[in-house]
């Protein structure tokens, strides 16, 4: 089969960021070319119906949905082992409408969950696909639970949401969800292969993604591991790759501030190649700039660590985060996470170096943290006996934080937040030692932008605004859905709506022959 270099569509619509980093990837790896089968007889390694690229919420719901429709159905990953990102999700899941909420008697509505998604995405979301994910919610965690997963009997209200309406799985991570789909994937016969990397889209004459070209028997990151091989799709081929987050480069062309050592919550094989392959068959990028910074994170241990759940759970809810220096709050914890992480950014020193601000909470707040043993097993996580203790530790002047504590606690019992306006329905005085600290310091977490696709999960051409024939796509390797900023927990719900709307979409397209 002869294969030659081939950029198609629409490059007018892309900013000069992309452009440049686009140009940059295609010269790397041009030794792998955009792939035009021009000919009736390509030697296929394999085939199927239906190819689905990764294996996180995304992909294994595709997956799983594409066999159920009757397709022969192969996904493939590069890594060793399955789950990607999904399994260090920390297991929140948004369900709007769930039957937590009739028994805890919370109101809420896929309008309010929506127009929440909307706030926190600054107006920018498409709305057309923020909808369906809203409106898929309560039919995905019926699908996943029916899959074998188990959720905590108690809801979260996460910071950005109106309502508590957040299930955490049994055990506070996403490969609770991932290890069930993972065992009905197999059970319902999906093929599933690791260490299998993604290279190129195959496209025909026409136009129409029919196969991938992979390397076979690599071993992450060793670039010369591995055999060539060509999948033939019969169907079509759903892009599950997930976002960009620890591709360094990548990111600093679409957010300078972001180059360097800027540590990151992902799994080290979330680099993009494959969104970057269907920006050059024609795809267009979507708000590939807006990349969030998770505000939970700890600088005290690397990627997403265990102090994360700390924070969410309890630090954000029952606590409150001070500058490190003042011992003055200054924003509302229970913001969105844009909100926050832009807020923390500001405390820097003369010379830009971070002043970490200080997140504590009592030992009532802190029963909601599903890891506590964890936190303090590792030392990100500290106790104290009071809160002149704390302070010292952290090198914070205690009168100031004792008065901010004491400040908090008359707004917890007015139940009106003067300064920020957090929600303190149902917050707690911190009063009860011990006390539990932990420093704080936004990561690279989710990338907001990604390829264009409609409500059907096709990916749109640049070049004309149509899909492209064969591919479709599902999860953060998408933009549009969060707009400027998601909120947590809506990242389960998305990439499971939108993965089964993929997988349903590729097992009924028309087949090549």
Known sequence: MTRRAMLMGGGAVLGAAV?????????????FPVTRNALPNTRWDKEFDVIVIGSGFSALAAAIEAKRAGASTLLVEKMRVLGGNSCINGGLFAVAGNELQKKEGVKDSVDLLVGDMLKAGRGINHVELTKICAEGSLDAYNFVTQCGAVFKPKLSWLGGHSVARTYLTHNASG????RPLVQTARAEGVMLRTGCKFDEFIVNDDGRVIGVAVTDEYRFPDEASG????????R????????????????????????????????????????RAAFRIGAIPVQISWIQLGPWACPDEQGFGTASMFNIQSGFRY??????????????????????????????????????????VDSEGVKSCPNLDRCLKFQVVRSFDSIAALADFYKIPADALKKTVDDYNSY???????????????????????????????????CMGGVQIDTSAKVIRSSDFNPIPGLFAAGEVTG??????????????????????A???AARNEPIG
């Open 19 to 31: 452009l440049g980093a686009l140009a940059s990837q295609a010269e790397a790896q041009s030794s």
């Open 175 to 178: 490969s609770g969800i991932v």
């Open 227 to 234: 055999q060539r091989r060509l999948f033939k799709a019969r």
């Open 236 to 275: 079509g081929v759903v892009m599950a790759t997930g976002g960009f987050s620890q591709d360094e480069k990548f990111r600093a062309a679409q957010d300078p501030r972001l180059a360097g050592k800027v540590d990151s919550t992902n799994q080290p094989g979330a680099t993009g190649e494959a969104m």
């Open 319 to 360: 606590g409150i985060m001070v500058e490190g220096n003042t011992g003055k709050r200054f924003v509302n914890e229970l913001a969105d996470r844009k909100t926050r992480a832009d807020a923390m950014l500001t405390k820097v020193d003369a010379g830009g170096a971070p002043i970490y601000p200080i997140i504590l």
């Open 412 to 446: 917890v019992a007015q139940k009106n937040d003067l300064e920020f306006g957090k929600p303190v329905a149902t917050a707690i005085p911190i009063a009860k030692p011990p006390f539990y600290g932990v420093r704080a310091w936004p990561k690279v977490h989710h």
């Open 480 to 501: 549009g859905i969060h707009g400027a900023s998601r909120l947590g927990s809506c990242a389960v719900m998305e990439t499971l709506v939108m993965g089964r709307i």
């Open 503 to 505: 997988g349903k979409s």
